[in-house]
T-cell receptor, first 115, second 112 residues
Framework: DADVTQTPRNRITKTGKRIMLECSQT?????MYWYRQDPGLGLRLIYY???????NKGEISDGYSVSRQAQAKFSLSLESAIPNQTALYFC??????????????FGPGTRLTVT | EDQVTQSPEALRLQEGESSSLNCSYT??????LFWYRQDPGKGPEFLFT???AGEEKEKERLKATLTKKESFLHITAPKPEDSATYLC?????????????FGAGTQVVVTP
């Protein structure tokens, strides 16, 4: 089974709808991240979390909110979806562990289309 | 502003034709540089961590090297299955959250 899972994998929704993307991990990592990826713009950080009580905004948090329900679960919500939020969304985890380095491990992604 | 720049943007290779991808950065006091492979529509797959200038890591046909201002990903005798986008990312020295700054990637196509 994959260490980082995301649901749904694909979603088409209409402008103005609320939508939630979910991420679960079995790696036991403390840190979790949400990114969006657009062609030509690379990966951009939306939110990140150290634990259930610690949520931080990334570079493009406007229009998004998150919830860290447990160490292993981190959800991203679009309160009122708009077409320019059409993108690939990735969840990632990291933990310095014994190496001391913060390599991140990514989920398979959610392709979101807002019409 | 800290920047991570990858070049070229795209690379088309014949099978067996070795080449190198570049990742340059303006960060001082790097806390780690990471290489990823990403297939279309999939999540980035972690390949390597580099930390010290002069460090090298290898995996199959891939070899990553690091200097003080740039990293190279060398692809030796590539095969079509090496076709992917390769991303590099740096961990900024001022960050304790493990946030990474990603480059835009190099799209590699290997033809038979």
């Amino acid at each position: 089974d994959a260490d980082v899972t995301q649901t749904p994998r694909n979603r088409i929704t209409k402008t103005g709808k609320r939508i939630m993307l979910e991420c679960s991990q079995t790696k036991g990592h403390d840190r979790m991240y949400w990114y969006r990826q657009d062609p030509g713009l690379g990966l951009r950080l939306i939110y990140y979390s150290f634990d259930v009580k610690d949520i931080n905004k990334g570079e493009i948090s406007d229009g998004y909110s998150v919830s860290r329900q447990a160490q292993a679960k981190f959800s991203l919500s679009l309160e009122s979806a708009i077409p320019n939020q059409t993108a690939l969304y990735f969840c990632a985890t990291s933990d310095p562990g014994t190496s001391g380095y913060y390599e991140q491990y990514f989920g398979p992604g959610t392709r979101l289309t807002v019409t | 502003e800290d920047q991570v720049t990858q070049s070229p943007e795209a690379l088309r290779l014949q099978e067996g034709e070795s080449s190198s991808l570049n990742c340059s950065y303006t960060v001082s006091g790097l806390r780690g540089l990471f290489w990823y492979r990403q297939d279309p529509g999939k999540g980035p797959e972690f390949l390597f961590t580099l930390y010290s200038a002069g460090e090298e890591k290898e995996k199959e046909r891939l070899k990553a090297t690091l200097t003080k201002k740039e990293s190279f990903l060398h692809i030796t005798a590539p095969k079509p299955e090496d076709s992917a986008t390769y991303l590099c990312a740096v961990h900024l020295p001022t960050d304790s959250w493990g946030k990474l700054q990603f480059g835009a990637g190099t799209q590699v196509v290997v033809t038979p």
